[in-house]
């Protein structure tokens, strides 16, 4: 059975879109079987491996409405994406009123879990249905935060939902990861930053520290992860070491 | 009476919060009366201002559902700030249901618009109710864009939802002005990205660029704009010449 983990963090630009199509890369390269899903009206994860979301005849929008089967969209990539179309930014209206609404994810995930080792989901910048929806299929979750102050803030937000969320509709999620991302060991600002995330979350930050190039930002271009574009690069050693890091970690902390 | 200029882009952590408050500080410092009001339910601009936004009675959540007038809750900072307590997260769902939902930014407003030479209106990285009441409430916005290929894909969905609004709800509202962001001028790919932006958005694209500097990131943890934190650098220099550009533009295009 895979182990289905969500990327979250309602701060916007952590790198939650970069780490779910890095990390899976590179658990791929590993000899996993990985599925990442776009849960993200922006569709930036579909974007990044090139896929023409605007032609999209289905996406997560179709599946989490029940229209469609999860296996019927999965588009093989560097990994097996689950795209999003544009439809996508309708999912949360359309969802709101449905009997069962927050496990739509989890029901539509039920026929495809045991044909991968991971899956990965990519979430919106927000702490609404779409993100719940991941929180309640997932066991884990993985949180990127840049190592910035407003960063930090919003931390204490999305413990507050993952315990509403436990209490109510999953009680074994927790965060299983912090991850330092955009990471300049040069500025005092950043390593203070780092130490609060460490007195906060002890061994639950990873050890793995994801420095900042501008790499991350060209790779999407070519439609491809960093660890294709520049596999000797630094980018792509931070994302395998990650990788290594996280098939180590034990299920749930 | 105000310009209210909403300042937007789903795409997270391109400087919409920055921009807000360092631009309304910047329009106070040359005379001007100034409201910003935080319509992010993570409150990121309240607490750049030091707002205690767990300890708020009331904020925006309140005056969006009729509860409380906005002059209620102003708070007397650096520039006025109308905050966002922890229960903004809940006013998507409490106003789906509203008749007239789309407008009640607009409404609150009417009572103070006189006051403010202009009203700043910081929004999530979403397209949801509380961008949309943004957009309707404004004449203008202003679009952070992080000198990045996945920023620059998602201005397309941001017009798309800006036409719909001027169709259906707001005729007058339209993109005023592009403001390029994090921008780093010794690399092809920034560089690149600005010459695309010219090319979509001809001279609605600010001269000024927001260059990349740690003390954006440091200046939040005081509580205060960098234009206070550090009026003689750079940071403070950029946003003085956003301000002398958004006041020489004329009302909208
Ligand atoms: N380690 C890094 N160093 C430098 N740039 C990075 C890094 N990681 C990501 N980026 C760039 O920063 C931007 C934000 O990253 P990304 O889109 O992955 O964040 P996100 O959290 O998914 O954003 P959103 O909240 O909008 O979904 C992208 O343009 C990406 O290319
Ligand atoms: N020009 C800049 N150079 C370097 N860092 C910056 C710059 N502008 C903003 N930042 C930092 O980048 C982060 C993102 O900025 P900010 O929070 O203003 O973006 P945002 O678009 O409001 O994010 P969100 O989508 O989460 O609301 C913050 O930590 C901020 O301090
Ligand atoms: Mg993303
Ligand atoms: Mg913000």
Redesign the pocket.
């Known amino acids: 059975d895979a182990r289905i983990l969500a990327l979250a963090?309602q701060?916007?630009?952590?790198?939650?879109?970069?780490?779910?199509l890095n990390l899976g890369v590179a658990l791929k390269d590993m000899g996993a079987r990985v599925l990442a899903i776009d849960l993200?009206p922006?569709s930036?994860l579909s974007m990044s491996q090139g896929i023409d979301v605007e032609g999209l005849g289905h996406g997560m929008y179709h599946v989490l409405t029940g229209a469609t089967p999860i296996a019927d969209i999965i588009d093989v990539r560097e990994i097996d994406i689950a795209p999003a179309g544009i439809e996508l930014a309708g999912a949360e209206l359309a969802l709101s009123a449905a009997i069962g609404r927050e496990r739509s994810l989890e029901r539509a995930l039920r026929p495809v879990r045991d044909l991968y080792d991971y899956i990965l989901l990519?979430?919106?910048?927000s702490l609404g249905l779409l993100t719940i929806n991941a929180m309640v299929a997932a066991e884990g979750v993985i949180v990127?935060v840049q190592c910035e102050y407003l960063s930090l803030r919003g931390l204490a937000q999305l413990r507050g939902t993952l315990q509403q969320v436990r209490e109510n509709l999953n009680p074994a999620v927790d965060i299983v990861g912090i991850l330092p991302?955009?990471?300049d060991g040069r500025t005092v600002h950043c390593r203070e930053a780092v130490q609060m995330l460490e007195e906060s979350f002890g061994d639950r930050v990873y050890r793995t520290r994801?420095?900042?190039?501008?790499r991350?930002?060209e790779?999407?271009v070519e439609g491809t992860s960093v660890i294709r574009y520049e596999p000797q690069g630094q980018?792509a050693r931070?994302y395998r070491q990650l990788a290594r890091e996280v098939a180590a970690s034990p299920v749930g902390v």
Chains 1, 2 share one sequence.
């Open positions: 963090n701060k916007g630009g952590v790198a939650k879109t970069t780490t779910t993200d922006q930036n990519d979430t919106p910048p990127p991302t955009m990471y994801i420095g900042k190039t501008i991350f930002a790779a999407p980018a931070w």
